[in-house]
């Protein structure tokens, strides 16, 4: 079993990059240590050479005009870039928005796209909807599935392959290595939902063509803000994805990446400490005789654990428990009800826990691991462990009440 230093460290080796990366050198004039937050459509020039000149620049994350990112926006892309381990980044409006664009740029009428089957519910509805209406081919591969089972899914016109490690309701880890050769095999792009694993998980060093983050997560931090972000690692794929960002619009507002790059900057502390009290929880009600399974990747009745533990350098504060299934619906309801520290909503990240009802709501169309019985996932957040602990030892008390 896995221990806090395990979960913690990787979190705790963030901070010097965290601290530094993006930020301006000190000049002879003095220089703030923030940006200032540059709200703004329209940039001048003293020239139309000038202009012209900088227009050519919209690779390199200049300030040509709003809707191109503002000098807050692109320092919060070099942040996100140095801590994937990538080239470039693009900040979109959205979590969702960083799922959606790379597969309006990377897709054409024709291709096939192969999802993992535990991808982000509104990534899949939008597979359903807007990627089949414009002719692109959909369908779903078993998370767990090995490099053999994973080939019978591959076909000669898939193009991207989507995976999501682990799964932010099922906490399926995939062996993404593998992914990457089969893809890479096949002239497809690897795609990967990191959202979980965001600075305990280099996507690129494991073979990832395109990493997306709901920056709106752990390095926000405060649940005041939604944006997302697009990294890649070559000029070729940061040329298609940008062009498709301007012509898509894409952006985020100068206050939401600030405040994103604000959170980030105590985010390896933050997560430290979240990390090991989430550890704390897991297994404590991994021993509750009203648990069937505790679906966190640390321990080994996670789906995946070994790939976790060869992978990852430390485990996030979200995970899954399963009840017996025993239980019902309405006694998890009841349970949930009753939880006075735990605010009862979507979304994760933030310094607050949060608990969601994962049984019912999921389309799959492969077995899960929460196929029977009721389910519910657990956002922990800066709360002393102990009080979190005494919080769910009173309600699950309300479980088995008629
Ligand atoms: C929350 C989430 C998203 C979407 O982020 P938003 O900013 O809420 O749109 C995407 N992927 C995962 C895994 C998420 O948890």
């Not at 597979?127 to 414009?134: E, T």
């Not at 009800?337 to 969601?356: K, P, Q």
Request: net charge negative; aromatic share 8%.
């Amino acid at each position: 079993m896995s221990d806090y230093n395990t979960v913690a460290n990787g979190w705790r080796k963030l901070g010097t990059t965290l601290s530094h990366s993006g930020r301006p050198a000190a000049d002879e004039d003095g220089t703030y240590i923030n940006l200032p937050v540059t709200r703004g459509s329209t940039v001048v020039f003293p020239s139309v050479e000038s202009m012209n000149r900088k227009g050519l620049e919209r690779y390199q994350h200049a300030s040509i005009y709003g809707a191109m990112g503002s000098p807050v926006q692109h320092e919060l892309e070099k942040v996100i870039a140095t801590m994937e381990g990538g080239t470039d980044c693009q900040i979109v409006s959205s979590g969702l928005a960083a799922c959606t664009l790379p597969l309006m740029a990377f897709l054409s009428a024709g291709d096939h796209c192969l999802l993992s089957d535990n991808i982000y519910g509104p990534t899949r509805r939008f597979a359903q909807s807007v990627l089949k209406r414009f002719g692109v081919d959909i369908s779903y591969f078993p998370p767990m599935a090995d490099k053999e089972t994973l080939e019978t899914y591959i076909k000669p016109n898939t193009r991207v392959i989507f995976a999501e490690s682990p799964g932010s309701h099922t906490f399926e880890v995939q062996d993404i290595p593998m992914l990457a050769s089969a893809a890479h095999a096949h002239g497809a792009r690897l795609f990967m939902d990191n959202t979980w694993g965001f600075g305990i998980f280099a996507p690129f060093e494991h073979g990832v063509d395109v990493s997306i983050q709901a920056l709106t997560k752990y390095p926000a931090g405060h649940s005041d803000v939604i944006a997302g972000a697009v990294t890649v690692a070559n000029q070729n794929d940061w040329h298609i994805l940008r062009d498709t960002a301007i012509q898509t619009g894409q952006v985020a507002g100068p206050e939401e990446c600030w405040l994103t790059l604000r959170g980030l900057r105590t985010m390896g502390v933050r997560l430290a400490q979240q990390a090991s009290t989430a550890l704390d929880i897991a297994k404590w009600l991994a021993q509750r005789p009203e648990v069937e399974r505790v679906l966190h990747p640390a321990l080994p009745s996670c789906p995946g654990h070994d790939v976790w533990k060869r992978d990852f350098t430390g485990a996030g504060c979200l995970f899954g428990v399963v009840l017996r299934p025993s239980y019902t619906g309405q006694d998890m309801e009841r349970f949930i009800n009753a939880l006075r520290l735990f605010g009862i909503g979507a979304s994760w990240g933030g310094y607050e826990s949060l608990v969601l009802p994962t049984s019912g709501g999921i389309t799959r169309e492969h077995d899960g691991p929460l196929a029977q019985s009721p389910a519910f996932r657990l956002q922990i957040g800066l709360e002393v462990a102990q009080d979190l602990q005494d919080d769910l030892q009173q309600a699950l008390t309300h479980l088995s009440q008629a």
